[in-house]
């Protein structure tokens, strides 16, 4: 997430109430089913499907989409400032 967010930041966080509390823009912490570890990164869509609401992510500096439609279950955490 460099240059929002560097190894020298300090994050303030809260536990969204997802999905209401999770928009578009918004910087979240989650649960990725292709990686191991929490992964924070950018939402770039959100939608609907069968399986109810998914948020599709980004990393700011990544050419293209985190893989798989993350779901609420998986968000742990939504950025609200960045303390550097």
């Given at each position: 997430?460099?240059?929002?967010?560097?190894?020298?930041?300090?994050?303030?966080?809260?536990?969204?109430?997802?999905?209401?509390?999770?928009?578009?823009?918004?910087?979240?912490?989650?649960?990725?089913?292709?990686?191991?570890?929490?992964?924070?990164?950018?939402?770039?869509?959100?939608?609907?499907?069968?399986?109810?609401?998914?948020?599709?992510?980004?990393?700011?500096n990544n050419?293209?989409?985190?893989?798989?439609?993350?779901?609420?279950?998986?968000?742990?955490?939504?950025?609200?400032?960045?303390?550097?």
């Open positions: 997430m460099l240059p929002y967010i560097n190894k020298d930041s300090h994050a303030l966080q809260i536990e969204p109430i997802c999905p209401t509390e999770v928009n578009v823009g918004d910087i979240v912490s989650y649960e990725s089913e292709y990686a191991d570890g929490i992964i924070i990164h950018r939402v770039v869509h959100k939608d609907t499907d069968e399986q109810g609401t998914y948020f599709i992510l980004r990393g700011d050419p293209s989409n985190d893989p798989g439609k993350i779901r609420c279950e998986q968000i742990q955490r939504k950025l609200i400032a960045i303390i550097y």
